[in-house]
C-alpha cells in the first residue's frame, strides 16, 4: 500500500516537474488574468491590493483601514439584463465599492465597458421602499491598461486619467463619489533606479514583473518581497499551474487567430491596391496617348497649310 502510494507521489511530482517547464518565467505574468487575481484577488493576498489602492488614491479623509471581498459576478434586475464579472470587487470599511479591472488587449468600448461596470455597486446601494431619501457611498472603478487609448496617443508622457463629473465652463468637479482611473501601462517606461515613489514602485513591478529574475534591491520593502514570493511560479500547485498554462494556451491562441486574420486582410488589401494601381496606370496610359495622338493630328493639320 505505501508503495503504490509512494509510486503515485513520485509520479505527481514528475508530472509537475513536467508542467513548470513548459513556461521559463519564474514569476507569473500580473497582466493575465489568473496572476492579477492570484495576486490581488485571494484572501492571503488582501494587504497587497490595500497597499496598491492607498498608494492609487491618496483619499483625503484617510488611507483604507481594511477591505472585505464582494462577489465578482453581477446580475442585471431583470432577467434579459446583461451581467457583468469583475477582476476584482470589493469595499472598504466605510461601505465604499472599488471595481478593478485589468484589460491586456485593447478593445474599442473599453469606456463604454468600465461605465458599464460601475452602474451595479450604484443600483445595488438602493434600499427596498424608500424611495431617493438616502445617500450613495463612493464608487471606484480602476482600469489597468496594457494598451494606450486613441486618443491618448498624442501624450506620451499622461499615463494616468482621473475622471469625475464635472461643470464643462467651470471645470470644477460637480459629484465627487464616482471616479475612474484608467492607468495606461505602456507609456510608464521608468526603469528601476528612476523610480521616485512607493507608487512607481508598484507601476513597475506591475508592468516587469514577469520578466524579471529576482527582485531589485530598490523593491526591498516588506509589500513587495510578499508580491514577488506569491508570483512565484514554482510555488504554483499542479492545478493552478495547469490553469495559467491553460490561460496562455487560449491568448496565444486568440492572438493567432488576430494575426491570421490581420495577414489575411493585408493580402487582400495589397492585392486590390495593385489591382487598383494596375488598372488606374492602364488608364492614365491611355489618356496620355490619346493626348499626345491629339497633338500629332494637330502637327499633321498645320503642316498641310
Given at each position: 500500500?505505501?508503495?503504490?502510494?509512494?509510486?503515485?507521489?513520485?509520479?505527481?511530482?514528475?508530472?509537475?516537474?513536467?508542467?513548470?517547464?513548459?513556461?521559463?518565467?519564474?514569476?507569473?505574468?500580473?497582466?493575465?488574468?489568473?496572476?492579477?487575481?492570484?495576486?490581488?484577488?485571494?484572501?492571503?493576498?488582501?494587504?497587497?491590493?490595500?497597499?496598491?489602492?492607498?498608494?492609487?488614491?491618496?483619499?483625503?479623509?484617510?488611507?483604507?483601514?481594511?477591505?472585505?471581498?464582494?462577489?465578482t459576478e453581477q446580475l442585471g434586475f431583470?432577467?434579459?439584463?446583461?451581467?457583468?464579472?469583475?477582476?476584482?470587487?470589493?469595499?472598504?470599511?466605510?461601505?465604499?465599492?472599488?471595481?478593478?479591472?485589468?484589460?491586456?488587449?485593447?478593445?474599442?468600448?473599453?469606456?463604454?465597458?468600465?461605465?458599464?461596470?460601475?452602474?451595479?455597486?450604484?443600483?445595488?446601494?438602493?434600499?427596498?421602499?424608500?424611495?431617493?431619501?438616502?445617500?450613495?457611498?463612493?464608487?471606484?472603478?480602476?482600469?489597468?491598461?496594457?494598451?494606450?487609448?486613441?486618443?491618448?496617443?498624442?501624450?506620451?508622457?499622461?499615463?494616468?486619467?482621473?475622471?469625475?463629473?464635472?461643470?464643462?465652463?467651470?471645470?470644477?468637479?460637480?459629484?465627487?463619489?464616482?471616479?475612474?482611473?484608467?492607468?495606461?501601462?505602456?507609456?510608464?517606461?521608468?526603469?528601476?533606479?528612476?523610480?521616485?515613489?512607493?507608487?512607481?514602485?508598484?507601476?513597475?513591478?506591475?508592468?516587469?514583473?514577469?520578466?524579471?529574475?529576482?527582485?531589485?534591491?530598490?523593491?526591498?520593502?516588506?509589500?513587495?518581497?510578499?508580491?514577488?514570493?506569491?508570483?512565484?511560479?514554482?510555488?504554483?500547485?499542479?492545478?493552478?499551474?495547469?490553469?495559467?498554462?491553460?490561460?496562455?494556451?487560449?491568448?496565444?491562441?486568440?492572438?493567432?487567430?488576430?494575426?491570421?486574420?490581420?495577414?489575411?486582410?493585408?493580402?487582400?488589401?495589397?492585392?486590390?491596391?495593385?489591382?487598383?494601381?494596375?488598372?488606374?496606370?492602364?488608364?492614365?496610359?491611355?489618356?496620355?496617348?490619346?493626348?499626345?495622338?491629339?497633338?500629332?493630328?494637330?502637327?499633321?493639320?498645320?503642316?498641310?497649310?
Open positions: 500500500m505505501n508503495s503504490k502510494k509512494s509510486q503515485k507521489n513520485t509520479q505527481e511530482k514528475k508530472n509537475k516537474k513536467m508542467f513548470f517547464d513548459t513556461i521559463y518565467d519564474k514569476y507569473i505574468d500580473p497582466f493575465s488574468d489568473f496572476g492579477f487575481k492570484k495576486l490581488f484577488g485571494e484572501e492571503c493576498n488582501k494587504d497587497l491590493l490595500l497597499d496598491f489602492l492607498n498608494e492609487l488614491l491618496h483619499k483625503e479623509e484617510g488611507r483604507i483601514v481594511s477591505i472585505s471581498y464582494l462577489k431583470v432577467k434579459e439584463a446583461r451581467s457583468a464579472v469583475f477582476d476584482i470587487f470589493c469595499e472598504n470599511e466605510k461601505g465604499e465599492k472599488f471595481i478593478v479591472e485589468l484589460q491586456k488587449a485593447s478593445q474599442k468600448f473599453f469606456k463604454d465597458r468600465a461605465l458599464f461596470y460601475s452602474t451595479f455597486p450604484i443600483t445595488q446601494q438602493a434600499p427596498k421602499n424608500k424611495g431617493w431619501n438616502f445617500e450613495l457611498k463612493a464608487v471606484y472603478v480602476v482600469a489597468i491598461l496594457n494598451f494606450v487609448f486613441e486618443e491618448g496617443k498624442s501624450d506620451p508622457l499622461k499615463y494616468r486619467y482621473d475622471v469625475m463629473l464635472t461643470d464643462i465652463e467651470t471645470h470644477k468637479i460637480f459629484y465627487d463619489k464616482l471616479t475612474f482611473i484608467y492607468l495606461e501601462m505602456p507609456k510608464f517606461t521608468k526603469d528601476v533606479d528612476e523610480l521616485a515613489t512607493h507608487f512607481e514602485k508598484w507601476l513597475y513591478v506591475l508592468k516587469n514583473l514577469s520578466s524579471l529574475e529576482n527582485i531589485p534591491s530598490r523593491l526591498r520593502e516588506h509589500i513587495f518581497e510578499k508580491m514577488f514570493a506569491a508570483a512565484e511560479v514554482a510555488k504554483l500547485s499542479q492545478e493552478e499551474y495547469l490553469e495559467y498554462l491553460n490561460y496562455w494556451n487560449v491568448y496565444r491562441d486568440w492572438e493567432n487567430c488576430v494575426d491570421t486574420a490581420r495577414e489575411e486582410g493585408e493580402t487582400k488589401g495589397l492585392a486590390k491596391g495593385l489591382a487598383k494601381g494596375r488598372a488606374e496606370g492602364r488608364a492614365e496610359g491611355e489618356h496620355e496617348r490619346l493626348k499626345l495622338q491629339q497633338e500629332i493630328d494637330q502637327l499633321k493639320q498645320l503642316l498641310k497649310k
